[in-house]
């Protein structure tokens, strides 16, 4: 074979990769829809209350005070795992994705050595009390718009109470947790009998 035709076979390949390209753009300028500025559909959906049915209000937590009287720390170390893969509650523990918990309970917001806390964590100033605990586990972003903690919360006012009460027990001195008298008065029975 001559150089002639081995020019000849490449110009055909070279113009076969012209050719492609050039009905590749044409196709992707025809055929291709505009992005949205936002992607994905807004669907408003009404919520109908059935005739009749009174609207419900939410419900509203008890006292905090009749919450710890029926906390248990143990059930709080199990819903402390929820918190585990971004917090350490060992004394001298480490920051991770969050700062470390130990003695959280009266110390002051945002000060954990070494943290990069969010502007608006930084701006909330104050002590950590047990009721801003409290409000905080149940909405963070409610509590503390901008923080940058992502979790959704814990709706649940007694697993509030479990966990507070096993944050405060990972301190050198644990703050006294204010127990409403006669909040459960079965649970108080249980525990003379036992």
């Known amino acids: 074979m001559d150089s002639f035709e081995i020019n000849k076979i490449l110009g055909a390949v070279l113009a076969t990769c012209l050719g492609l390209l050039s009905l590749n753009i044409v196709a992707n300028a025809v055929f291709h829809p505009p992005k949205p500025a936002k992607p994905g559909y807004d669907i408003a959906v009404q919520e ?15 006292p905090l005070a009749k919450r710890f009287a029926s906390a248990d720390t143990g059930r709080g170390e199990a819903s402390a795992k929820k918190c585990a893969s971004c917090h350490t509650f ?6 991770t ?56 919360g814990i709706p649940r006012g007694s697993e509030r109470a479990d966990l507070i009460t096993f944050l405060n027990s990972k301190s050198d001195s644990p703050a006294p947790l204010p127990k409403e008298a006669n909040a459960t008065p079965g649970r108080q029975a249980s525990v003379a009998h036992r």
């Open 48 to 62: 109908e209350t059935p005739a009749g049915a009174p609207a419900a209000a939410a419900a509203a937590d008890e």
């Open 97 to 152: 994705v969050g700062p470390n918990l130990y003695g959280v309970v009266g110390r002051a917001k945002a000060s954990v050595a070494g943290f990069n806390y969010s502007a608006a964590m930084k701006a909330k100033g104050g002590n950590w009390t047990l009721e801003d605990i409290d409000v905080y586990l149940k909405n963070p972003k409610a509590m503390v718009p901008g923080t940058n903690m992502n979790f959704a």
């Open 90 to 95: 060992d004394k001298g523990g480490r920051n």
